[in-house]
């Protein structure tokens, strides 16, 4: 099954790249934009029988290793494959 994982900076936590985005993107002319957050966003393929069973080892793997959960968040899709 591939597990999608979307890793997200928690609320009140400095994006110092997000800023410096944010303002490259003023630079080129785009004012409209207010905001930039970075995160990150990893497949894993993982042999599981069940879509349950892959995001509970996908989950221990985001709090082992791909996630920094003190000060990120993370967000676990599985794909059944067909």
């Known amino acids: ?13 400095l994006d110092p790249q997000g800023k410096a985005i944010l303002g490259s ?4 002319g785009f004012e409209d934009t207010s ?3 970075v995160g990150k966003y990893i497949e ?7 879509a349950s069973a892959a995001r509970e ?3 221990q ?6 996630a920094n959960t003190v000060i990120e968040n993370y ?7 067909s």
């Open 44 to 50: 894993v393929q993982v042999d599981a029988k069940t």
């Open 61 to 66: 793997m985001c709090q082992k290793l791909l």
């Open 75 to 81: 967000h676990i899709e599985v794909m059944e494959e």
């Open 1 to 13: 099954m591939l597990a999608r994982v979307y890793i997200t900076l928690k609320n009140g936590v």
């Open 57 to 59: 080892r996908v989950a």
């Open 25 to 28: 993107l003023q630079d080129l």
């Open 35 to 37: 905001d930039v957050r």
